[in-house]
């Protein structure tokens, strides 16, 4: 070790942070300064990666919670070779690979983006699932370490109880996390708002925990040594560290552990920006240079980590050789491809609820989807994720050799740790709860979209159908505020998100497949508790017929020049097929129905085809169990959507459909009261 190297890596790490912000004009210096030690001896003497090969499947993983610390990264990567000069400069910048809080950029190393306050090092945990999983299946080599990294804020956000309490509870040796523990944030000190005993807290869920000097790098040595040996507990090595360590006054003293030195330039602060950059050895016409010791470092750093890869990778091999049939597995699992799938063959019960018609599909993914992580909020017995946890078995402390994920109540941590298991690669999850608390999921759904993850969420208890539960279980505007993604397209020009509201159980099945076979977005199945009649075939098989919701809408039922067409998805559209029969018969009506499972997906549909299943020049009537605008866009501005404009109720399914206006019979009055309209114009 060289303590002089040390410490000037260290202090580099702070004056290209400080000038990044300073340039920017916006940022946050304080907390990188703070943390510029940790970060310097993890990536320098821990950290297995290959700097040949920023995907390599195998290499260690960090996880950055604190997003506003990004400087932090840059300023440590750059030192690395993944950033250049110019990209450090233009911080904060239109159009620079280095944006105010980290985005997924895995050939630079970083790992998750970040931002929101605590989602990071939940995602974090989803990793350390994902490797121990694989672990368990081809062996302890996979032994690669996913390293997280919190602040103060990250810590006090409510999610980090989730994650602490299962990261404990499955005894996630593999996760160590750094808490640098500075007690300043954005606005006040830390004991104007917790008085809590962080260590005492991890404890009690089972984490190894230790507390060091965050500037002391033999201290710091140590606690990642000794975290690296642990093989029960995840670790949280507690970082004593102090805001902008290194700032200075204009006159020289030391000007450090401030609240203002969190979100503002140093030159926006009692402290001095020229002198800081001094102090810390900078020069000051070059502020964002590497420093020419410090340089040469790192150059040996690099090709010491490319070396040890390749000695990893050697030895890979060697097992890959002695098992091929798990190798070949092993690749067919990160290559993100399926197995051969036969949806059709999945049999369904006359009149089932989706949400039991997903349990049939996911018995059968149980059985030929090996790759495949569930997981439930205390719900799998509601939510009929047990389908699949019947053909498996949980992830237990020591096990990981069964598929699925008891998370217990906490919607906002599990779909976290989802996002962080399809970041890691080689996993697929899905994540289920009731679809009223997809509210609670909602941070994450964000986050799922923005990095582009094909996490698989299921959601059931759809509507006001959940009956005597009441309006707090009662679905209402959930279904709009999904569908708002299906309108924002994400950074890749693509819908970002996938969601589908299947009207049958052949629907399910065609939508458990569209859902599997989309791996650029995340997808949401949002299924019933009720019992739905069964669309009936027109020509050929249901399923056959079903596998017309893969352009996001269709023809259920199709005549020549309709008097109607009806637009509806999930289990309205049974309801519009009864109300068809009544317009048939005792009206005379020529009625078509469509069934829209996903807008988005049917706008990116041609023209021609968009105008074939909704014509814009034939009178349009939509249902929805939801807030009318499910449907609006689809039956336009001469269109009439009969839908809520109120909460639920608690009463029984069947007598909530009389109440709302929801039978057959109800239907066909509103689609004659419409078309009334229409003729007295």
């Known amino acids: 070790m060289n303590k002089q190297i040390d410490q000037q890596s260290a202090d580099n790490i702070r004056?290209?942070?400080?000038?990044?912000?300073?340039?920017?004009?916006?940022?946050?210096?304080?907390?990188?300064?703070?943390?510029?030690?940790?970060?310097?001896?993890?990536?320098?003497?821990?950290?297995?990666?290959?700097?040949?090969?920023?995907?390599?499947?195998?290499?260690?993983?960090?996880?950055?919670?604190?997003?506003?610390?990004?400087?932090?990264?840059?300023?440590?990567?750059?030192?690395?070779?993944?950033?250049?000069?110019?990209?450090?400069?233009?911080?904060?910048q239109w159009g620079s690979i280095t944006p105010g809080h980290p985005e997924v950029d895995f050939e630079r190393g970083i790992?998750?983006?970040?931002?929101?306050?605590?989602?990071?090092?939940?995602?974090?945990?989803?990793?350390?699932?994902?490797?121990?999983?694989?672990?368990?299946?081809?062996?302890?080599?996979?032994?690669?370490?996913?390293?997280?990294?919190?602040?103060?804020?990250?810590?006090?956000?409510?999610i980090s109880q989730g994650a602490g309490r299962?990261?404990?509870?499955?005894?996630?040796?593999?996760?160590?996390?750094?808490?640098?523990?500075?007690?300043?944030?954005?606005?006040?000190?830390?004991?104007?708002?917790?008085?809590?005993?962080?260590?005492?807290?991890?404890?009690?869920?089972?984490?190894?925990?230790?507390?060091?000097?965050?500037?002391?790098?033999?201290?710091?040595?140590?606690?990642?040594?000794?975290?690296?040996?642990?093989?029960?507990?995840?670790?949280?090595?507690?970082?004593?560290?102090?805001?902008?360590?290194?700032c200075v006054t204009a006159d020289g003293s030391m000007y450090e552990g401030h609240c203002e030195l969190h979100g503002k330039p140093i030159g926006a602060t009692g402290a001095d920006y020229e002198k800081t950059l001094l102090n810390l050895g900078a020069d000051l016409d070059n502020p964002f240079d590497i420093y020419g010791d410090v340089e040469a470092f790192y150059k040996n750093v690099v090709a010491e980590k490319t070396a040890q890869a390749a000695k990893k990778k050697a030895d890979i091999q060697t097992w890959r050789q002695e098992n091929e049939a798990l190798a070949n597995k092993l690749d067919h699992f990160f290559s993100g491809e399926l197995p051969e799938l036969d949806f059709e063959s999945i049999e369904h019960k006359e009149g089932l609820a989706t949400r039991a018609a997903s349990a049939n599909v996911l018995g059968y993914l149980a059985e030929n989807v090996e790759n495949m992580i569930v997981s439930s909020a205390d719900l799998s017995n509601s939510d009929k994720t047990d389908g699949f946890l019947k053909k498996t078995s949980s992830l237990q402390k020591g096990?990981?050799?069964?598929?699925?994920?008891?998370?217990?109540?906490?919607?906002?941590?599990?779909?976290?740790?989802?996002?962080?298991?399809?970041?890691?690669?080689?996993?697929?999850?899905?994540?289920?709860?009731?679809?009223?608390?997809?509210?609670?999921?909602?941070?994450?759904?964000?986050?799922?979209?923005?990095?582009?993850?094909?996490v698989k969420y299921v959601w059931t208890h759809d509507a006001f159908r959940v009956g005597e539960d009441g309006p707090t279980h009662q679905p209402i505007e959930q279904e709009a505020q999904i569908r708002l993604l299906?309108?924002?397209?994400?950074?890749?020009?693509?819908?970002?998100?996938?969601?589908?509201?299947?009207?049958?159980?052949?629907?399910?099945?065609?939508?458990?497949k569209m859902a599997l076979e989309n791996t650029k977005t995340p997808s949401g199945l949002i299924l019933s508790r009720q019992g739905v009649k069964d669309v009936p075939a027109q020509n050929t098989t249901r399923y056959q017929e079903a596998l017309g919701a893969e352009k996001g809408g269709y023809l259920v039922r199709a005549v020549e020049n309709p008097d109607v067409v009806l637009v509806a998805n999930g289990s309205e559209v049974s309801t519009l097929v009864a109300a068809a029969d009544i317009l048939e018969a005792e009206k005379g009506l020529k009625v078509s129905i469509a069934s829209v499972i996903s807008e988005g997906l049917f706008r990116q549909q041609p023209k021609a085809y968009q105008e074939s299943i909704i014509p814009s020049d034939k009178p349009l009537f939509g249902l929805t169990a939801g807030l009318p605008v499910n449907l609006e866009s689809l039956v336009g501005p001469n269109g009439k959507v009969f839908g809520l404009?109120?909460?639920?109720?608690?009463?029984?399914?069947?007598?909530?459909d009389e109440k709302f206006g929801f039978t057959g019979e109800q239907a066909s009055q509103n689609v004659i009261a419409y078309l009334d309209t229409i003729l007295v114009k």
């Open 15 to 92: 004056a290209l942070a400080v000038a990044m912000v300073e340039k920017a004009k916006s940022g946050h210096p304080g907390g990188p300064m703070g943390g510029a030690d940790y970060m310097h001896i993890l990536y320098s003497e821990f950290f297995n990666y290959d700097p040949t090969d920023m995907t390599w499947p195998f290499r260690d993983r960090f996880f950055m919670d604190a997003g506003h610390l990004s400087t932090l990264m840059y300023a440590q990567y750059y030192l690395l070779g993944n950033y250049k000069k110019e990209d450090v400069a233009n911080f904060r």
């Open 645 to 656: 404009d109120h909460f639920g109720y608690s009463a029984p399914a069947g007598v909530l």
């Open 111 to 158: 790992e998750n983006t970040s931002g929101p306050l605590g989602q990071g090092h939940t995602m974090g945990v989803g990793a350390a699932i994902a490797a121990k999983f694989l672990e368990a299946r081809f062996g302890d080599w996979v032994n690669h370490k996913i390293y997280g990294f919190i602040s103060d804020g990250g810590v006090q956000e409510e």
């Open 399 to 454: 096990d990981f050799s069964g598929s699925f994920l008891q998370a217990g109540v906490a919607e906002l941590t599990m779909a976290c740790i989802a996002n962080g298991i399809a970041l890691h690669g080689g996993i697929i999850p899905v994540v289920a709860t009731f679809f009223v608390f997809s509210d609670y999921m909602k941070p994450a759904i964000r986050l799922s979209a923005i990095q582009e993850l094909p």
């Open 166 to 246: 299962i990261a404990g509870h499955l005894g996630l040796s593999n996760f160590i996390m750094f808490f640098d523990s500075n007690d300043i944030q954005l606005s006040t000190s830390t004991d104007e708002v917790t008085t809590e005993d962080t260590a005492m807290k991890y404890e009690a869920w089972g984490w190894k925990v230790v507390t060091i000097d965050g500037h002391d790098h033999d201290q710091i040595r140590k606690a990642l040594t000794d975290a690296n040996n642990e093989t029960e507990r995840p670790t949280l090595i507690i970082g004593k560290t102090i805001m902008g360590k290194g």
């Open 486 to 512: 299906e309108k924002l397209k994400n950074h890749s020009g693509n819908q970002s998100f996938l969601a589908l509201r299947p009207a049958d159980s052949s629907e399910t099945s065609v939508a458990w």
